[in-house]
Structures are given as structure tokens and as C-alpha cells.
């Protein structure tokens, strides 16, 4: 069946390093969203990209979305503490979302 | 806060014994879903409603899950009969049918079954 595989499955960063998720999908996305999950919390919608090569950013986040629409990324520029979690992509495909089994970040102060 | 609410947010169980969960979505929020999370794990897709219809189940789930979203309001999810294998945390979810994949989030119910 399709399936969206994230890596890595976790990264342990200092604080004001760079990190970087990928996510790859089997079949080519309608558009990918990336949700963040603090510990303890639950999903938290962040982001949508539908274009080929599409790049949206959020403040220290950046998102792409791959020309062929079948993988994605998401980085984090000068790492915080707040940005702890973990980091879910969730490509749509037949009109059903495929979520990867996210990447958890920790960040050393 | 997202507007989703789910209660209980705890619940202990003995297996064999049922479970009620409920969610109130988002009031203007046509679109509800049913997820379960365990530890480590994204979030597993359960089913959805679209106003009061159930429009799909998870062919993963077995039938002892049921879910009602009779006014097309809130929902409840019953698991009947639960076993150890149960335990997770069950999430709702809801969304607006023009934006379905932007999906809003309760803290949903963290169920042991001992």
C-alpha cells in the first residue's frame, strides 16, 4: 500500500543547530501537511504544500515540497529549546492522508 | 487551544469491560475523525464522519470499535470488550470539508486496559 517513510526517526541537536526531516512517499501527493506534537500533546497543524517545488517558511521553519510531489522536508534553522517534539508529515493521496511515523527532535540547552 | 474537546482525558480499564469515548469538534467543523496513537507511532486512522455519515472505517479495525456521530455534532467511539492491545491514546479530530486534510486536534483520551 502507499506509504510515507520519514527520517531520521530521531535527532538530538544542540541549541542554534540546524535540523532537517524528510519525508519520501511510494506514489506521487496531491499536497503534504507537517504537524508538530509536543511530549504530552497532541498534533498541531503547521503547515500545506500542494505545488510542485513549492517553499514556505516560517520564521526559523522551511518547508518544500519536491518537484514530483513525492517527497518533502522540513527545516529548522538556529534550534530552541520550544522547537522539542516530534515532527509528522502527512502526505494526501486518493483523498486519504498517509501519515509518517514522524521524526522526534531534542534539543540540548 | 484548538476548540476540540475529548473526555474523558484518562481512562483505566479492565480488559473485557467497554469504553465510551467522546469529542465535541470545532461547532462549524463538518469533517470529525477517529484516530489512535501509541507510543512512538503516528497517528492510525480509525474513521471519519462527514456531518452525521460514517464514510469510512479502517478495514484494521475490528468490530468491537463502533462510532456514532448521530446529529452530526458531536461523537463517541465505544470499544466493547477491550483487551490489553487497546491501550493507546485515542485522538479526534475535525476539519472543515473545503480544507479536509487541515485537521484540528483534541488532547484526546489516553485509555489503559489492565
Known amino acids: 500500500g502507499q506509504q510515507v517513510m520519514q527520517i531520521p526517526q530521531y535527532q538530538h541537536v544542540q541549541e542554534g543547530e540546524d535540523f532537517t526531516t524528510y519525508c519520501n512517499s511510494s506514489?506521487?501527493?496531491?499536497?503534504i501537511q507537517w504537524y508538530k506534537q509536543r511530549p504530552g500533546g497532541h498534533p498541531v497543524f503547521l503547515i500545506q504544500?500542494?505545488?510542485s517545488g513549492e517553499v514556505k517558511k516560517q520564521k526559523r521553519l522551511t518547508f518544500q515540497f519536491g518537484e514530483a510531489k513525492k517527497n518533502s522536508s522540513l527545516h529548522i534553522t538556529a534550534t530552541q529549546t520550544t522547537d522539542v517534539g516530534t515532527y509528522f508529515c502527512?502526505?494526501?493521496?486518493?483523498?486519504?492522508?498517509?501519515w509518517g511515523l514522524g521524526t522526534s527532535l531534542a534539543v540540548n540547552p | 487551544d484548538t476548540g476540540v474537546s475529548q473526555n474523558p482525558r484518562h481512562k483505566i480499564t479492565k480488559r473485557g469491560q467497554n469504553v465510551t469515548f467522546r469529542c465535541d469538534p470545532i461547532?462549524?467543523?463538518?469533517?470529525l475523525y477517529w484516530y489512535r496513537q501509541t507510543l512512538g507511532q503516528g497517528p492510525e486512522f480509525l474513521t471519519y464522519f462527514q456531518n452525521e455519515a460514517q464514510l469510512e472505517k479502517s478495514r484494521l479495525l475490528s468490530d468491537r470499535f463502533s462510532a456514532e456521530r448521530p446529529k452530526g455534532s458531536f461523537s463517541t467511539l465505544e470499544i466493547q470488550r477491550t483487551e490489553q492491545g487497546d491501550s493507546a491514546m485515542y485522538l479526534c479530530a475535525s476539519s472543515l470539508k473545503s480544507s479536509w486534510e487541515k485537521l484540528f486536534f483534541g488532547s484526546g483520551t489516553q485509555l489503559s486496559v489492565l
Open positions: 506514489t506521487t501527493l496531491s499536497n
Open positions: 504544500l500542494v505545488k
Open positions: 461547532s462549524e467543523h463538518n469533517r
Open positions: 502527512a502526505g494526501s493521496y486518493n483523498r486519504k492522508l498517509i
